[in-house]
C-alpha cells in the first residue's frame, strides 16, 4: 500500500477487481481500504512476479498509446509450473519435457530444424582454455557476430519470456535466455569491443574482483573457474557474467559462448560466494556436454534473423565432445525388482523414446546413455526409467503376511510410550517442543555446561540444543500463564542432550505443575500445589514402570534448579544407585528471572535409560500369594525425634525391626512447637501387626512394641513420646 | 367368639393405631411379655385334656406367628418412615460441580505414533531408532547424496559445526544406515523420530516428525512395497478402500523412487480419505538404491528391498482434521485439551485404533 513512485502523469499496470494477482494469488474485490472504497489496485514487479522489485509500482516509460490495453498480451496464463527433481537436469528445457510427454504417449517429439547459417567472416578472439588442475571448463564454444543491430524483442519472443517470468531486456540477452530454457543450453553473451584481446578460461587468483550482472562487486577464491580477459576477470564461468562486458542496447559486435562447465567446480563456486543463477542451477545438476555446437547454431541463427549482421565459424576450444557411458541390461532385472515382468521389446521401445539407443540381444539389452542425461549410471537408473513410463500402477501390489518374528517394542521403547500414558493420567497434558532451546533459559535448568550451539538458528533465542528438558516446558507455561492459565501441569518426554557428538542424548521425561489444587472449589479448601504432589507423580510413574517401591530410593541430594531444600532425588535401590529422577519446586531465582505470573511451580526428571532392564518379567519374579486370615492389630507411636532426621528412614527402621509380623508403617502426624523443644520434631506412626500363623495376643503386641521403642530410641537417639 | 379370636381381633385394632416404635413396644409387651395375653394362653396349655389340648396349641401357635410377623412388618415399615424421613433431610444439590482435576493428554503425534506401531507391528516391523545430530556421512553420503550433489540443496540443515560435518538429522533415513551396520539382513523396521530442517513458516516447522520404513531381506519387489503401503494406508485411515497412485519421483537412496498420492473427497467442509477424485500426497518410497546397501555393508547382488518415508504430524493432521502445523509445538493449553488423547485410549487392533 502506497507507493513511493506515485504521482501524476505515471503511466503503469492497473489490476481491476476480480484480477487474481500472480504472486499473492489474491483475488481482488472492490473493498473499503482505510475508509476510502477501494477499485483494484496498481502493481510493482514483484507483485506481478515479473521480478523482485518491490519498491514502488511500475513505471511504463514512453507508454502512453498504449493507455486502456492489457499489459500482457501473451497468454501466460496457460503456463504450467514443473517442479524438476534434482536427477533430471535434462528437463530444465523445453524440450526434455516434451521429450518425456512423447515416451509416454503425450504428442510427438519434433526433430530439431537445422537452419543454414552463413558464416562469413573470421572470428577475431583468440581462446584459450588454460591447462591446470582442477580446470572446471571441459570446453569453450563460440561465435564471433559483427555488425548487429540490438533492440527490443519481438513480441513473440518477449511474451515467451514472460510467461517464464523472466524480464526481456534486449534482443541479445533475450536470445540466449530462451535458448536456455528451451534447451537447457545456457548461453552467454559479450560486447565484443569490450573484450581485451582475448579470453582465457583459467583458476582464479585469490583475492582478484569483479562486478558481477547483479552489479554485486564479488572477491573471488583461489580456483574458481573464471572468464578473462587480458586485464580482468570477466565473469564466473557457468554462473553469471560481469558489467564490464556486458551487451547492451548500443552493442555492435558480439562474442556468443557456449560452453560445458563441471557441476563439482560450479557447485562450489557458487556455494562460496552464495550466488544462484539460472546457469548456475543447470550447470550444476549437469547439462548436455554435447550440446556446444547446437546451442551456438540455434542461438546464432536467431540473433541474425532478429537484429542482423554476420557470424564468423563456430570455434570450440577444449572437448566437442564427450563419449556415452553403455550399460548392458539383463532384461530379467527388471521383474526381479519391480515384480513384473517386461519383454526385451517394450524395454527398447521405451528407452529408444527416451533418446537411449539399443542393441537387442535374446535376453538383454545393450544400451548407450543419451549425452543428456548424466543421472543415468547403473541398471536399477533404466529399471526407473522403464517402470515410470510403463506406469508405477502396472504393479500387482502383494499383501504383506502378517506374522511377526522380532518384538515390535524394546524394553526402553515400551517405557517411553508408557510414560505418556502414565504421566497424562496424573493430570498431565503432554507437549512437544523444540528439541533446541534459548542459551540463556536452558543454562537456568543445566548444570552450566558449555552450550551446544546450532551454527544457523532460525532464530536468536532457539539456538542450542537443549540440555534440560524442564526449559522449554518452562517457556511454554510462562506463554500458557501469560494467556492467563494458572493451575497448569505440562510434560515432555523427548531428547535431552550432553554432547554435540551423535548419541550424546539420553530421552528424559520432564513435567512441571504450577498453581493450586482445588481453585475456588465450592467444597474443598484450595491450597498450594507442594512437593508431596511432585514427589508422588515422580514414585508412582515408576513403580508404575514396574520398579518395586522398596528399590526407589529417596534422598535430599539434587540439582541447582530445584529449591535446595524443597527437592529431591531418586535413585534406585541406594544413594549410589542409577539416578531415575529429581523432583521438587522449581528455584526462586528461576521464577523470578522468567517472570511466572503464578510462582509456584514444580517441576520432575525422569531418566528413562538409567532405569535398569529387569532380566526377567515380573510374573516370573512375583512371590506367591500369602494373606493372613489371622486378626491385624494396630499400635501408635510418637517418637522426639531430631529435627533433621529423615522420616523415611525412621520408617525403614520400624520395618525391619520384624518384617514378617510389621505389615505397614504409616506416619501420620508431623509436629513442632511450643510443646517439643526447638532442634527436634514430634513423628506419630502407625504401625500395623500381622502374623502369618496366629493371632497375636496382647503379650505378643507388647513384646513388638517394645522391640519397636527399643531399635528406634537405641539406634536415633529418639524418645518415645508418653 | 372365643379367647384367641378375642386377642385377635383387639391385637388388629391395635396394630393399626401404631404410629411409633413405642407404641409398638407395648404392644409387644401386652401380647408376649412375661404377662402378655398370649404367653397368658400358652400357660394355660398344661390344664388342657390331651385331645382339646393339641388343637388348642395349633390354633394358639397359628395365631403367635401371624401376629408376630405382624409386629415384624409394622417394625419394618416403622423404620422405613424413619429413615425416609432423616432421608429427607441430607438432600443435597447434585448439580453441584465435582472436585476440580486436571485431565491429562497424551499428545496426537504420540497418538499417531502408537497407532503406526501398533499397525506395523502386526506385519512383522520392528521399532528402530537413532540419535537427532547425525553425522553428515549417515545423513547424506552414505545415503547416495555426496557432498556436491544438488539433491543436498532440498535440504536446509542446521549444523553444528563450522565444517558441516555435524548436524541434526533432516530426515529419519540416516537410521536405515545405523540399523544395517548394526545387524544383518534381513531388515525389516520402522523409524518413528524428531526431524529437523531449518525454515519455518505457517507450513513449515523447524521440527518435524517422520516415519521411516526398510525391508531388506532376498526377494523384496515394487509389489510387496505397493502391498505394505496399501495395508498401512487403510489401517490408519480406518477404511476398507483406498484409491493409490504412485508417481515417479527422486530421491538419491531409492530407485527407482516415487511419491505416493491417496484420493481424498470434501464432505461438509472435511478431508475423507478414500476414494474421493481429489488427490494428497502421502509420502515418498522406493527400492533402496544398491549404493545404499553398499555404503551399509549390505550385498546388493544378493539382498533388496524398499524404503518409505513420511511425516507424521500430516498424517496426524490429515486424520484427526488438525490444520495447522505450527500448533502442533506451540503448547498451547486449550489445543493439546482440545486435540490431545485420553491417556486410557491406547491403540490396539482388538478394540481398534481411534474412538
Keep these: 500500500m502506497g507507493a513511493p513512485n506515485a504521482r501524476d502523469g505515471l503511466v503503469t499496470i492497473y489490476a481491476p477487481p476480480g484480477a487474481t494477482i500472480p504472486k499473492t494469488k489474491f483475488q481482488l474485490k472492490v473493498a473499503k481500504i482505510r475508509g476510502v472504497e477501494s477499485r483494484g489496485m496498481l502493481c510493482s514487479e514483484s507483485e506481478l512476479n515479473l521480478s523482485d522489485e518491490s519498491e514502488g509500482i511500475i513505471e511504463l516509460e514512453n507508454k502512453e498509446k498504449e493507455i486502456g490495453k492489457s499489459y500482457f498480451k501473451s497468454k501466460s496464463e496457460k503456463a504450467i509450473d514443473i517442479a524438476i527433481t534434482p536427477n533430471r537436469a535434462d528437463c530444465l528445457g523445453i524440450r526434455g519435457i516434451a521429450r518425456d510427454l512423447s515416451s509416454t504417449g503425450i504428442g510427438k517429439l519434433i526433430p530439431l530444424k537445422k537452419k543454414k547459417i552463413n558464416q562469413s567472416i573470421k572470428h577475431l578472439i583468440k581462446i584459450s582454455i588454460s591447462k591446470e588442475t582442477n580446470q572446471g571448463c571441459l570446453a569453450f564454444g563460440s561465435c564471433y557476430i559483427k555488425n548487429i543491430t540490438n533492440k527490443e524483442s519481438p513480441d513473440w519472443l518477449k511474451n515467451k519470456l514472460l510467461a517464464l517470468g523472466l524480464k526481456p531486456i534486449s534482443a541479445v540477452v533475450d536470445i540466449t535466455n530462451y535458448v536456455m530454457f528451451d534447451l537447457n543450453r545456457p548461453l552467454h553473451a559479450y560486447d565484443a569491443d569490450k573484450i581485451d584481446k582475448e579470453i582465457i578460461v583459467r583458476n582464479s587468483k585469490e583475492g582478484e574482483e569483479f562486478e558481477a550482472l547483479d552489479n554485486k562487486k564479488y572477491k573471488l577464491k583461489k580456483g574458481m573457474c573464471v572468464i578473462a580477459d587480458k586485464s580482468s576477470v570477466l565473469g564466473l564461468g557457468g554462473i553469471v557474467g560481469g558489467t564490464k562486458t556486458s551487451t547492451e542496447i548500443t552493442t555492435k559486435n558480439v562474442l556468443l559462448e557456449s560452453a560445458y562447465f563441471l557441476p563439482r567446480s560450479i557447485r562450489k563456486t557458487a556455494r562460496e560466494l552464495t550466488l544462484n543463477t539460472d546457469a548456475k542451477y543447470r550447470f550444476e545438476r549437469g547439462i548436455d556436454p554435447n550440446s556446444v555446437i547446437e546451442g551456438l547454431e540455434i542461438a546464432t541463427e536467431l540473433i541474425l534473423r532478429i537484429c542482423g549482421g554476420q557470424a564468423s565459424k563456430f570455434i570450440v576450444a577444449g572437448k566437442n565432445s564427450q563419449k556415452g557411458k553403455t550399460i548392458n541390461f539383463e532384461i530379467k532385472n527388471f521383474e526381479n525388482l519391480i515384480g513384473i515382468a517386461i519383454s526385451v521389446n517394450e524395454a527398447q521401445k521405451i528407452l529408444t523414446s527416451l533418446g537411449f539407443k539399443c542393441k537387442k540381444g535374446k535376453k538383454n539389452l545393450k544400451v548407450e546413455v543419451p549425452s543428456w542425461r548424466p543421472d543415468i549410471n547403473e541398471v536399477v537408473d533404466l529399471i526407473e526409467e522403464l517402470i515410470r513410463i510403463k506406469g508405477f500402477k502396472n504393479i500387482k501390489l502383494i499383501e504383506p503376511e502378517r506374522k511377526r518374528k522380532n518384538e515390535t517394542l524394546n524394553f526402553r521403547q515400551k517405557l517411553f510410550h508408557l510414560s505418556q500414558r502414565l504421566l497424562a493420567s496424573k493430570g498431565y497434558l503432554e507437549t512437544v517442543t523444540w528439541s533446541f532451546t534459548d542459551s540463556k533459559i536452558d543454562k537456568q535448568f543445566s548444570k552450566g555446561e558449555k552450550d551446544i550451539a546450532i551454527l544457523n538458528p532460525i532464530s536468536s533465542d532457539l539456538d542450542v540444543l537443549r540440555r534440560s528438558i524442564l526449559s522449554n516446558l518452562a517457556i511454554y507455561l510462562k506463554k500458557n500463564q501469560d494467556r492467563g492459565y494458572e493451575d497448569l501441569s505440562l510434560f515432555e518426554i523427548g531428547p535431552v542432550f550432553f554432547g554435540k557428538n551423535p548419541g550424546e542424548q539420553q530421552i528424559v521425561i520432564g513435567a512441571l505443575k504450577s498453581g493450586k489444587v482445588g481453585r475456588k472449589s465450592w467444597i474443598d479448601k484450595e491450597r498450594n500445589i507442594d512437593i508431596f504432589d511432585i514427589k508422588s507423580d515422580a514414585m508412582k510413574t515408576l513403580i508404575e514402570f514396574g520398579i518395586q517401591e522398596q528399590n526407589l530410593y529417596v534422598s535430599e541430594n539434587s540439582k541447582q534448579c530445584y529449591h535446595p531444600g524443597r527437592s529431591g532425588s531418586i535413585t534406585f535401590k541406594s544413594e549410589k544407585g542409577p539416578l531415575l529422577a529429581y523432583f521438587g519446586e522449581i528455584h526462586p531465582a528461576i521464577i523470578k528471572k522468567l517472570d511466572l505470573k503464578e510462582p509456584n511451580v514444580y517441576g520432575l526428571e525422569i531418566f528413562i535409560n538409567n532405569i535398569p532392564e529387569p532380566n526377567k518379567k515380573i510374573r516370573q519374579t512375583k512371590k506367591s500369594f500369602q494373606a493372613s486370615d489371622y486378626q491385624k492389630s494396630e499400635r501408635d507411636f510418637a517418637f522426639i525425634i531430631d529435627k533433621s532426621f529423615k522420616v523415611g528412614l525412621l520408617e525403614k527402621l520400624i520395618k525391619e525391626v520384624d518384617e514378617n509380623i510389621i505389615q505397614k508403617v504409616v506416619t501420620f502426624d508431623i509436629f513442632e512447637g511450643e510443646s517439643i523443644p526447638r532442634d527436634k520434631k514430634s513423628v506419630a506412626i502407625n504401625v500395623t501387626l500381622q502374623a502369618a500363623d496366629r493371632t497375636l495376643s496382647e503379650k505378643d503386641l507388647d513384646q513388638i512394641s517394645k522391640k519397636i521403642i527399643e531399635v528406634v530410641q537405641n539406634k536415633t537417639g529418639a524418645i518415645i513420646r508418653s | ?355
Design chain 2, 1 to 355: 367368639m372365643s379367647d384367641l379370636e378375642k386377642i385377635n381381633s383387639i391385637f388388629n385394632a391395635k396394630i393399626d393405631s401404631v404410629k411409633t416404635k413405642e407404641d409398638l413396644q407395648n404392644i409387644k409387651t401386652e401380647f408376649f411379655g412375661k404377662n402378655g395375653q398370649i404367653t397368658l394362653q400358652f400357660k394355660t396349655l398344661g390344664s388342657l385334656n390331651p385331645d382339646n389340648r393339641k388343637e388348642f396349641a395349633s390354633k394358639l401357635n397359628n395365631i403367635k406367628d401371624d401376629l408376630t410377623s405382624q409386629i415384624e412388618q409394622k417394625s419394618f415399615e416403622l423404620e422405613n418412615i424413619e429413615i425416609n424421613e432423616k432421608l429427607k433431610n441430607e438432600k443435597v444439590d447434585v448439580t453441584l460441580p465435582i472436585r476440580p482435576y486436571r485431565q491429562g493428554k497424551v499428545h496426537p503425534v504420540s497418538q499417531v505414533i502408537d497407532e503406526i506401531s501398533s499397525i506395523f507391528s502386526e506385519i512383522g516391523f520392528s521399532v528402530a531408532e537413532g540419535p537427532d545430530v547425525e553425522t553428515e556421512y549417515n545423513n547424506f553420503t552414505a545415503l547416495n547424496t555426496p557432498e556436491d550433489h544438488p539433491a543436498r540443496d532440498m535440504h536446509d540443515t542446521f549444523y553444528l559445526e563450522k565444517n558441516k560435518k555435524l548436524l541434526l538429522r533432516t530426515h529419519t533415513s540416516p537410521v536405515q544406515i545405523r540399523a544395517m551396520l548394526n545387524g544383518k539382513p534381513p531388515f525389516k523396521i520402522i523409524v518413528p523420530g524428531r526431524t529437523y530442517r531449518c525454515d519455518s513458516d505457517q507450513t513449515h516447522a523447524p521440527m518435524f516428525h517422520q516415519l521411516e520404513g526398510l525391508h531388506i531381506d532376498k526377494n523384496i519387489t515394487m509389489g510387496h512395497l505397493k502391498g505394505c503401503l496399501d495395508y498401512f494406508i487403510k489401517e490408519f485411515f480406518e477404511v476398507k478402500n483406498i484409491k493409490m497412485r504412485f508417481r515417479p519421483s527422486h530421491f538419491p537412496f531409492t530407485e527407482p523412487s516415487a511419491e505416493v498420492d491417496i484420493g481424498y473427497s470434501i464432505e461438509n467442509e472435511k478431508i475423507v480419505i478414500g476414494e474421493g477424485d481429489k488427490w494428497l500426497e502421502v509420502l515418498g518410497c522406493g527400492m533402496v538404491h544398491p549404493n545404499v546397501l553398499k555404503n551399509a555393508k549390505v550385498d546388493p547382488k544378493k539382498f533388496q528391498g524398499f524404503a518409505f518415508g513420511m511425516g507424521i504430524d500430516r498424517l496426524a493432521m490429515l486424520k484427526y482434521g488438525i490444520n495447522d502445523l505450527r500448533a502442533f509445538f506451540e503448547s498451547d493449553y486449550r489445543w493439546l485439551s482440545h486435540f490431545g488423547f485420553d491417556p486410557s485410549d491406547v491403540p490396539t487392533n482388538y478394540r481398534g485404533l481411534s474412538k
